[in-house]
């Protein structure tokens, strides 16, 4: 076997974890915990943002957002909180979810607008998702989601 050939097939085992263990690093600095929701049959992987600052970037500068992953807002009180996607790139769905994991209603967001998107009803937390994801599953307001209990506390 020729060096160049082993060479590609030692790379190719060390990228998939065949070839022994891969190193394993930490995530960049600022990037948001991760939270595992469910909505219906569905897990979530959602980005936390449960800062100001994290509240206000949101997903703004972002190009793509892989299926079954979002973002959830959580907010310090239950108020009628709104969205807007001024900086945003992706077209998303963004549903206003109660203290309890009941959702109030749901908002379809078009990319780079300042158009507001409010929760029907006051609203603990917002989930982020690609556009039409929620219409897509069936799921709609009255919908119960999991893991909002678990999201640590607005700071």
Known sequence: MSGSIRGW??????????????????????????????????????????????RQRGLMQR?????????????????IHCMWMKNTYLPLSVAFIDADGGLINIADMQPQTEDSHCAAAPARFALEMNLGWFAARGIGPGARLRGFDRLPPAR
Not at 13 to 22: D, E, I, K, V
Not at 63 to 79: C, I, K, Q, Y
């Open 63 to 79: 190009r793509s957002m892989p299926l079954n992953h979002g973002m959830v807002f959580v907010f310090p009180e239950d108020a």
């Open 9 to 54: 097939i030692f790379a190719l085992l060390s990228l998939t974890g065949a070839g022994g263990a891969l190193a394993q690093t930490a995530p960049p600095p600022g990037t948001p915990p991760v939270a595992e929701l469910g909505a219906g049959m569905y897990r979530i992987a959602a980005e936390v943002a449960d800062t100001f600052q994290a």
